[in-house]
C-alpha cells in the first residue's frame, strides 16, 4: 500500500500555496512533514485526508484505505468525557476496560472520567493522540500532535505512539527536530515536495 | 446558602410590592365587574379549589394542549430531522411553514372548529403552533452542529448513531429547549383559546367564557392565575426532561 501525490497544487484565493507536489508514502514508515508555517503542511494533510481537494494534479491511494487522525485544532466533543469521545471513534470494538487501559497511559486517571472541556490544553491534545491511535484505520495522520505538550510529556506521547502505532504508515506534521527524532520519523520537507 | 435567602427576600419583597400595588388599584377602580382585587381572586380559589369539577377541568385542558404540545415536539423533531437529512423535504414543506407560521389563530381556530368540532379544537390548534417552532429550531440547531466535528465523523468513519449522540445532539440541545420555551406558551395560549371560541364542556376554555357571560371577574382571574401557573409548571417539567435528551 502505498499514496502517490503527483503535480499536486492548491490554490487559495488565486494565490498558489503549493504548485507540484510529488510524493510518495510508503506502508510501514513514519514521516515527519516539515516546513515553514504557511507552506502548506496542514493543506497537503487535509487533501490525504478528503476533506480538501486538490486544484491540480492527482493523489493515488487504495479505496479502502481508512485514515484516523490528529487534526491542528483537538476537535473534541466538549461535553463528553475522554472515555466517550474514544468510544465515538470505536463503536463497540473496544470495551470500557480497554479504553481506560489506553488512556491512563498517557493520562492520569482522574481525568479520564470528566467531561473533555474541564480538561488543561495538553490533556485533550493527548485525548485527541489516544482517539487516533485506538481508532482502527491503515494510516494516521498527525498535525502538530505535540502542541502544548512539556518535554517529558512529549517523550511518553511519542513511546504510546510507537507502541500502539502497530505497523500502519504515521505522517506528522512538525516544526521541531527532537520531535522527529523522538517518533524515529523520514524528514520530509515541503520545500522538497513543491 | 446566604444569596439564597437574600434572594428569596427578594423575591417576596417583589411579589408582595407588586400585590400591593393590584390590592390598590382594585380600591381605586372599586367596580368588581371590571377588576377585582387579591381577596376576591382568594375567595374564588377558595370556592372553587376543593371542588372535583376544578381539578376535572385542569385535566382535560391539560391532556389536549399537552397531547398538542407532545404530537408537535414529537413530529416536529422527527420531520425537522428528515428534512434536514433530505433537503428536497425541506423545500418542500416549506411553504406549509410559513403558512402554519403566519395564519391568524383565530382564523385558523375557527376553521378547525368547522373540521373536527370542539373536542378536540385545543390538540390542533395547539399542534399547529407548536409544530412549526420546533421543527424550524431543529433544523438550525443541527445546522449548528460544528463542522470541524463532523469533518472529524467523516475521516474516523462515525456510524449514524454515534455521529448523532456525539455531535447532532449537543447542538440540537439548546435550541430544543429555546423553541420549548416559546412553543409552550405559545401552546397554552392558543388552546386556551381554541376553548373559549369552541367552549368544549368541562375545559378551562368553557370555565373562562361562563366567567364573562356571568360578569364574574374574580373566577376569570383566578383561571386565568392557573392557566399562567399550569404554563410555568409544564415549562420547567419540559425543560427538565430536555436535561435528559
Given at each position: 500500500?502505498?499514496?502517490?501525490?503527483?503535480?499536486l497544487k492548491k490554490t487559495y484565493?488565486?494565490?498558489?500555496i503549493f504548485?507540484?507536489?510529488?510524493?510518495?508514502?510508503?506502508?510501514?514508515?513514519?514521516?515527519?512533514?516539515?516546513?515553514?508555517?504557511?507552506?502548506g503542511k496542514t493543506t497537503v494533510l487535509h487533501i490525504l485526508l478528503e476533506l480538501v481537494r486538490e486544484d491540480?494534479?492527482?493523489i493515488?491511494?487504495?479505496?479502502?484505505?481508512?485514515?484516523?487522525?490528529?487534526f491542528q485544532?483537538?476537535?473534541?466533543?466538549?461535553?463528553?468525557?475522554?472515555?466517550?469521545?474514544?468510544?465515538?471513534?470505536?463503536?463497540?470494538?473496544?470495551?470500557?476496560?480497554?479504553?481506560?487501559?489506553?488512556?491512563?497511559?498517557?493520562?492520569?486517571?482522574?481525568?479520564?472520567?470528566?467531561?473533555?472541556?474541564?480538561?488543561?490544553?495538553?490533556?485533550?491534545?493527548?485525548?485527541?493522540?489516544?482517539?487516533?491511535?485506538?481508532?482502527?484505520?491503515?494510516?494516521?495522520i498527525?498535525d502538530?500532535?505535540?502542541?502544548?505538550?512539556?518535554?517529558?510529556?512529549?517523550?511518553?506521547?511519542?513511546?504510546?505512539?510507537?507502541?500502539?502505532?502497530?505497523?500502519?504508515?504515521?505522517?506528522?506534521?512538525?516544526?521541531?527536530?527532537?520531535?522527529?527524532?523522538?517518533?524515529?520519523?523520514?524528514?520530509?520537507?515541503?520545500?522538497?515536495?513543491? | 446558602?446566604?444569596?439564597?435567602?437574600?434572594?428569596?427576600?427578594?423575591?417576596?419583597?417583589?411579589?408582595?410590592?407588586?400585590?400591593?400595588?393590584?390590592?390598590?388599584?382594585?380600591?381605586?377602580?372599586?367596580?368588581?365587574?371590571?377588576?377585582?382585587?387579591?381577596?376576591?381572586?382568594?375567595?374564588?380559589?377558595?370556592?372553587?379549589?376543593?371542588?372535583?369539577?376544578?381539578?376535572?377541568?385542569?385535566?382535560?385542558?391539560?391532556?389536549?394542549?399537552?397531547?398538542?404540545?407532545?404530537?408537535?415536539?414529537?413530529?416536529?423533531?422527527?420531520?425537522?430531522?428528515?428534512?434536514?437529512?433530505?433537503?428536497?423535504?425541506?423545500?418542500?414543506?416549506?411553504?406549509?411553514?410559513?403558512?402554519?407560521?403566519?395564519?391568524?389563530?383565530?382564523?385558523?381556530?375557527?376553521?378547525?372548529?368547522?373540521?373536527?368540532?370542539?373536542?378536540?379544537?385545543?390538540?390542533?390548534?395547539?399542534?399547529?403552533?407548536?409544530?412549526?417552532?420546533?421543527?424550524?429550531?431543529?433544523?438550525?440547531?443541527?445546522?449548528?452542529?460544528?463542522y470541524?466535528?463532523?469533518e472529524?465523523?467523516q475521516v474516523?468513519?462515525?456510524?449514524?448513531?454515534?455521529?448523532?449522540?456525539?455531535?447532532?445532539?449537543?447542538?440540537?440541545?439548546?435550541?430544543?429547549?429555546?423553541?420549548?420555551?416559546?412553543?409552550?406558551?405559545?401552546?397554552?395560549?392558543?388552546?386556551?383559546?381554541?376553548?373559549?371560541?369552541?367552549?368544549?364542556?368541562?375545559?378551562?376554555?368553557?370555565?373562562?367564557?361562563?366567567?364573562?357571560?356571568?360578569?364574574?371577574?374574580?373566577?376569570?382571574?383566578?383561571?386565568?392565575?392557573?392557566?399562567?401557573?399550569?404554563?410555568?409548571?409544564?415549562?420547567?417539567?419540559?425543560?427538565?426532561?430536555?436535561?435528559?435528551?
Amino acid at each position: 500500500m502505498a499514496i502517490k501525490m503527483n503535480h499536486l497544487k492548491k490554490t487559495y484565493n488565486g494565490k498558489a500555496i503549493f504548485e507540484d507536489v510529488n510524493f510518495e508514502f510508503q506502508d510501514h514508515r513514519i514521516y515527519c512533514l516539515m516546513g515553514a508555517s504557511g507552506s502548506g503542511k496542514t493543506t497537503v494533510l487535509h487533501i490525504l485526508l478528503e476533506l480538501v481537494r486538490e486544484d491540480g494534479g492527482s493523489i493515488m491511494r487504495p479505496p479502502q484505505l481508512r485514515f484516523s487522525a490528529v487534526f491542528q485544532e483537538d476537535r473534541l466533543c466538549e461535553d463528553f468525557s475522554a472515555v466517550e469521545n474514544i468510544r465515538m471513534v470505536t463503536g463497540k470494538a473496544m470495551s470500557e476496560r480497554e479504553i481506560i487501559d489506553k488512556l491512563t497511559d498517557i493520562l492520569p486517571h482522574e481525568a479520564i472520567d470528566q467531561p473533555v472541556q474541564d480538561l488543561s490544553g495538553g490533556m485533550k491534545r493527548r485525548v485527541a493522540i489516544c482517539r487516533a491511535i485506538v481508532a482502527k484505520s491503515d494510516a494516521v495522520i498527525m498535525d502538530e500532535p505535540f502542541t502544548g505538550l512539556d518535554e517529558d510529556t512529549k517523550q511518553k506521547v511519542a513511546a504510546f505512539i510507537l507502541e500502539n502505532l502497530k505497523g500502519r504508515l504515521l505522517i506528522l506534521s512538525t516544526h521541531h527536530m527532537s520531535e522527529v527524532k523522538m517518533i524515529k520519523g523520514d524528514v520530509v520537507h515541503m520545500n522538497d515536495v513543491n | 446558602m446566604e444569596g439564597k435567602r437574600n434572594q428569596l427576600i427578594k423575591r417576596m419583597a417583589v411579589f408582595l410590592f407588586w400585590m400591593i400595588v393590584w390590592y390598590v388599584a382594585a380600591r381605586i377602580i372599586d367596580r368588581q365587574i371590571i377588576f377585582v382585587g387579591p381577596a376576591d381572586v382568594i375567595h374564588s380559589f377558595a370556592k372553587q379549589v376543593p371542588t372535583k369539577a376544578f381539578w376535572e377541568t385542569i385535566a382535560y385542558s391539560m391532556s389536549r394542549i399537552g397531547l398538542g404540545f407532545v404530537t408537535a415536539f414529537i413530529a416536529g423533531t422527527m420531520i425537522g430531522m428528515a428534512a434536514y437529512r433530505f433537503r428536497i423535504l425541506k423545500d418542500l414543506l416549506e411553504p406549509v411553514i410559513v403558512l402554519m407560521k403566519s395564519i391568524p389563530v383565530a382564523s385558523f381556530v375557527i376553521l378547525a372548529l368547522i373540521w373536527i368540532g370542539s373536542e378536540n379544537l385545543a390538540i390542533l390548534v395547539g399542534f399547529s403552533i407548536v409544530f412549526p417552532l420546533i421543527y424550524v429550531n431543529t433544523i438550525a440547531g443541527l445546522d449548528n452542529a460544528d463542522y470541524k466535528l463532523l469533518e472529524m465523523a467523516q475521516v474516523f468513519r462515525v456510524k449514524g448513531w454515534y455521529r448523532f449522540k456525539y455531535i447532532y445532539k449537543p447542538a440540537l440541545r439548546p435550541f430544543l429547549i429555546s423553541g420549548c420555551k416559546i412553543a409552550l406558551g405559545m401552546c397554552w395560549k392558543s388552546g386556551i383559546a381554541a376553548e373559549v371560541i369552541g367552549v368544549p364542556a368541562k375545559s378551562i376554555g368553557e370555565q373562562l367564557y361562563m366567567a364573562k357571560i356571568y360578569l364574574s371577574t374574580a373566577d376569570l382571574f383566578a383561571w386565568t392565575i392557573v392557566i399562567i401557573i399550569l404554563s410555568a409548571l409544564t415549562e420547567k417539567l419540559i425543560i427538565y426532561l430536555l436535561k435528559f435528551l
